[in-house]
C-alpha cells in the first residue's frame, strides 16, 4: 500500500506540470488489465488513461468536486483512492462538529475532565429523585439513564464507569482513527439494551 502512495504523490504533481500531455492509448499500455474509463471509485470518474509512473498503471480521474489528479490503477482497485481528499476533509469536519457536541461540551474538554474524577463533589447529571440519587450521562445531543441509587456516592461511582465507557472510550477510538488517516468514517455509538450500554464503533 505504502508504494501506491509514493506512486501517486508523485503523480499528482506530474499531472500538475503536464496537463496537456495525451498519453498513450490503452492497446499500447503493456501493464493494463483493463480501460477503466467511466467507471467510478467513490468520488473519482475515470476519464481517461494516463502516462505510466514508475511502470505503474495510471489514470486521470474527476472528482465530483472538479478536481481533476492521477491516480494508480492500484490505488484505484485497491480502494486507497475515494475522493482526491475532499472526502476526508469532509469527514474530519464532520467529527468536529460530532465532537462539540458530546455532553454539551468538546473533546478537549472531556479529556481534562479525567484528571478531575476522584472530585465528587458538585458532580454534574446525579440528581435527588424521591429519596433516591438518579444517574444520567449525555452523548451526542442524547442524555442516556444510567440508574437510581441509594446513596450520591452509588450514583457518581455509575456516572464515572459511564463515563469511562463511553466519554473517554469516544475520545481514545477517535485518535485512533484520526492516526490510521484513511478515509474510511468514524463510527462510534452508543445504545442501551436491557439496562446495558453497548458501544458500537469500527475502530
Ligand atoms: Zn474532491
Redesign the pocket.
Known sequence: MQVYKICCDLFLQFIITCSETVPDTTAQRGSIKEDLTGQRFG?LLVKRPAENQRGRTCWVCR???G?ELGVSEAGLIHGNYK????LKAEIRQNIKNQLHRIDDTCVEWLEKRKHRSNNTSGFRRVYLNHGKFRASIGFKKKRFYIGTYNTFEEAVQARLEAEKLIHDGFVKAYYTWQEQGDDTPFIFEVEKVDGWFRIHTNI
Open positions: 468520488r472528482c465530483d468536486c478536481n475522493s482526491c481528499g475532499c
